[in-house]
């Protein structure tokens, strides 16, 4: 027989698993995941204003002079 664990279980009624935690607990996932996502939309955001300045500084240069 192997070992058991030995840490002790709460009990049940400490262990609270009903519709509003759970509701709860997926707003805070969504809430999380959205963080990520304006994160990622910023960053991608920004390297594309970078991008196009580089470009049309590019583009300024190499414009002949009328």
Do not use: S
């Given at each position: 027989m192997?070992?058991r664990n030995?840490?002790?279980?709460?009990?049940?009624?400490?262990?609270?698993?009903?519709?509003?935690?759970?509701?709860?607990?997926?707003?805070?996932?969504w809430?999380?995941?959205?963080?990520?996502?304006?994160?990622?939309?910023?960053?991608?955001?920004?390297?594309?204003?970078?991008?196009?300045?580089?470009?049309?500084?590019?583009?300024?240069?190499n414009?002949?002079v009328?």
């Amino acid at each position: 027989m192997g070992l058991r664990n030995t840490v002790i279980r709460r009990p049940r009624r400490f262990n609270k698993h009903n519709a509003t935690v759970a509701r709860r607990r997926k707003k805070v996932r969504w809430l999380l995941a959205q963080r990520a996502r304006v994160r990622n939309y910023r960053r991608f955001f920004q390297a594309q204003c970078e991008l196009t300045a580089k470009a049309e500084a590019r583009r300024k240069d190499n414009q002949p002079v009328r």
